[in-house]
Structures are given as structure tokens and as C-alpha cells.
Nanobody, 126 residues
Framework: QVQLAESGGGLVQTGGSLRLSCAVSGRPFSDYAMGWFRQSPGEEREFVVA????????LYTDSVKGRFTISGDNANNMLYLQMNILKPEDTAVYYCAAHIGFSDSVYTRPDLYEHWGQGTQVTVSS
């Protein structure tokens, strides 16, 4: 059973940067399709970015393209989300998630993901 734990959230001004981390335990994260999602109060959980198990495919939601970058450290079983040029509309709780899927596929639907972390709050002040 895989377990996920996010960290790195906080309060940042508009235009600032944060790097979120997702510690994966129990199995190598390369066994899974991984994703980052976010959720604001009163809103549905929103897809941010996903990476395929083989690491060869990534997909970003349009609103973060060019600003956010997903990366991984296989040796330490860590997944990262580098967030630059942050905007107030990026304010949300950010979650990492894992899904057993095809090695070269990415998944954007949160209901497909079986495993979730507890989330980390990101607040961008204007």
C-alpha cells in the first residue's frame, strides 16, 4: 500500500515561488501514474498536472503551463511541484495522488486516483 505526504505549502506574495514535495512510501512512485490536484473552498478538486509511470509523459492544465513544473527523484521516492509566478487564483489546498495505470499514460480525472495525501495549503496574497 502506497502512502503519500505533501509538504512545502505556505503563504507567498503574488509573483513568488513555492516548491511542493510529495513523499511516497510503501512502493516506488514509478509504479504509479502521479498527479497534483488542488481544491479551493466550495470548489471541486481540480487537476493541475500529471506524469506517467515511465516519466515520459506529462500534462499540465492550461492555467499553470509555463509556471509550474512537475519533477521526481526516484532515488528518494519524492515527487515535486515547482510553482513560479504564483497568482492569487492559485490559492488552494494542493494534493498529490497516485494511480495504477498504463506506463505511458497520464490521468486527469481525480476519481481515477486511488491514493491521496493529506494536502498542503498554498495561499497567494495579492
Amino acid at each position: 500500500q502506497v502512502q503519500l505526504a505533501e509538504s512545502g505549502g505556505g503563504l507567498v506574495q503574488t509573483g513568488g515561488s513555492l516548491r511542493l514535495s510529495c513523499a511516497v512510501s510503501g512502493r516506488p512512485f514509478s509504479d504509479y501514474a502521479m498527479g497534483w490536484f488542488r481544491q479551493s473552498p466550495g470548489e471541486e478538486r481540480e487537476f493541475v498536472v500529471a506524469v506517467s509511470p515511465d516519466g515520459g509523459s506529462t500534462l499540465y492544465t492550461d492555467s499553470v503551463k509555463g509556471r509550474f513544473t512537475i519533477s521526481g527523484d526516484n532515488a528518494n521516492n519524492m515527487l515535486y511541484l515547482q510553482m513560479n509566478i504564483l497568482k492569487p487564483e492559485d490559492t488552494a489546498v494542493y494534493y498529490c495522488a497516485a494511480h495504477i495505470g498504463f506506463s505511458d499514460s497520464v490521468y486527469t480525472r481525480p476519481d481515477l486516483y486511488e491514493h491521496w495525501g493529506q494536502g498542503t495549503q498554498v495561499t497567494v496574497s495579492s
